[in-house]
């Protein structure tokens, strides 16, 4: 935690430094392109490496105590170690200049989240860490051959001087073939590992079953250093013009208007509260990916709003049910949580702010990035319709399964046997009622979880600012 207290300081520095559209570059080593490895920095990069730090410190902060519960002492060093893996390839991620570095940490991102889904030890998170593995390695495979193909292309690994080269070969229209391959590619490996509908089936097992800490992370986290990958790729080497020419972004705006939608109706058909929130994510990417595919500045800018948001609210909505479900007796499903908020007042309170930012109430962040959206679609008029009628559709679906959650957390009654019943739980114990749960470091963290969430929903004006700086200079 020091560690990543110590990044978070060190990015809001950064951010400060670059809030004026500063950007630089740093060469890895003594190899000069096509092989040297690069780090850039900018306002956006220094925006995310800074929210990410935050949301990574008050995870671990938050579920220190449920961590002790799911996770053996003895293999409690190496979940902490594999913590420290993912988020230093996340921040690889956000600040790698070149497809190498990138591909390297991707595979340590990769193993690094599998390892965390599976340090519970049960059956279903090692299922859920396999299927996980399974889907990441093909995501991988499909980057790899993508990199590989740009490389034969080009002759370079360096973004920008890959960008020249492309742009050679775009002006002449020669052997455009290669090209559009591994744009494909690069684009399904990483709409896989960024569960973008229908390559999504990984992820509900994968969040419902692992530690509270690990789902928030996979969740708020790790899948937004993919799309941020893919944004480099897509503004700093292809270009969006080629994109748009390509109807690359068409296919983008599709499934993610699919998984807005799909992934909605299907968290209205779950009867645990973690693959709740866990098909909600998945129609959350739906609206990133819904803004990239506009192909527009604006558009661009409210995907990354989103993530931002998304990063804020979702790990706040895992780690506020995981205090729930300690409340119940460590029980997954909705019904037998009756109640519980009356036991963890903190978990309640931020199931609430975050749902209320999930469906897009005002005051809240999630208002603001669906204001940001909408704002963005009028500039292509074909769009708005499906932009407005997707919002309108998966808002009213996001309301439908998270305010009768709310409600049955804060019922009076706990719950009782004919709600275990009615979730196919006949032989649970029902657990008694008992003092409420106090615990600082819990209440302390989903207090700035929801101090962040509000400060976004009511301060949003410096965020969009500085999101605009750092996309005029992401390219």
Not at 1 to 13: Q, R, T
Not at 235 to 260: S, Y
Request: aromatic residues 10%; neutral net charge; contains cysteine.
């Amino acid at each position: 935690m020091v560690l990543v207290g110590a990044v978070a300081v060190m990015s809001g520095l950064l951010l400060g430094y670059t809030s004026d559209g500063t950007c630089f570059c740093f060469m890895m080593g003594h190899f000069p392109a096509p092989w040297g490895n690069e780090v850039r920095a900018g306002a956006l990069e220094a925006l995310m490496s800074l929210v990410f730090s935050l949301v990574m410190f008050l995870t671990v902060a938050a579920n220190k105590r449920s961590l002790e519960h799911d996770i053996p002492s003895e293999r409690a060093g190496l979940y902490y170690v594999m913590m420290n893996l993912l988020f230093s390839s996340l921040l690889a991620l956000v600040y790698t200049n070149d497809l190498f570095t990138a591909y390297v940490f991707i595979e340590i991102n990769t193993i690094s989240a599998c390892a965390i889904v599976c340090a519970k030890e049960s059956g279903e998170t090692v299922a859920a860490a396999i299927r996980y593995l399974i889907m990441s390695l093909v995501g991988s495979g499909l980057i790899l051959i993508s990199i590989a193909l740009l490389y034969c292309q080009t002759g370079h690994l360096l973004m920008e001087p890959m960008a020249g080269k492309v742009r050679d070969l775009a002006s002449s229209g020669k052997d455009l073939f290669p090209l559009k391959m591994a744009l494909v590619m690069m684009t399904s490996g990483l709409a896989v590992k960024s569960a973008l509908y229908p390559f999504s089936s990984w992820l509900p097992g994968a969040h419902a079953n692992a530690t509270a800490a690990s789902s928030s992370v996979l969740s708020g986290l790790v899948l937004k250093g993919y799309i941020i990958l893919l944004l480099k790729v897509y503004m700093r080497i292809l270009g969006m013009d080629l994109i748009i020419r390509l109807r690359i972004n068409d296919l983008l705006f599709v499934f993610g208007i699919l998984a807005m939608v799909i992934g909605s109706a299907r968290a209205l058909q779950q009867h645990m509260v973690k693959r709740v929130i866990a098909y909600s994510s998945i129609a959350q990417i739906g609206y990133i990916f819904m803004g990239i595919g506009m192909g527009t500045r604006a558009g661009l800018a409210a995907a990354v709003l989103h993530m931002i948001v998304h990063a804020v609210t979702k790990p706040m909505l895992f780690t506020a049910a995981g205090g729930l479900m300690d409340c119940c007796g460590h029980q997954k499903e909705i019904a037998a949580l009756r109640g519980s908020a009356r036991r963890n007042p903190a978990a309640g309170a931020g199931l609430v702010v975050g749902s209320m930012a999930m469906i897009g109430i005002p005051f809240f962040s999630g208002f603001i990035s669906k204001i940001s959206f909408a704002m963005a679609s009028f500039h292509d008029l074909n769009r708005a319709v499906l932009v407005l009628g997707a919002l309108a559709v998966s808002t009213v679906l996001n309301a439908m399964y998270y305010i009768p959650l709310i409600i049955i957390v804060f019922s009076e009654s706990g719950p009782e046997k004919a709600d275990y019943e009615a979730a196919g739980l006949e032989n649970a114990v029902v657990p008694e009622a008992g003092e409420p749960v106090r615990d600082f470091h819990f209440t302390a963290a989903m207090a700035c979880f929801m101090a962040g969430n509000v400060l976004i929903g009511t301060y949003y004006g410096p965020v969009v600012r500085m999101i605009e700086t750092g996309l005029a200079n992401f390219g």
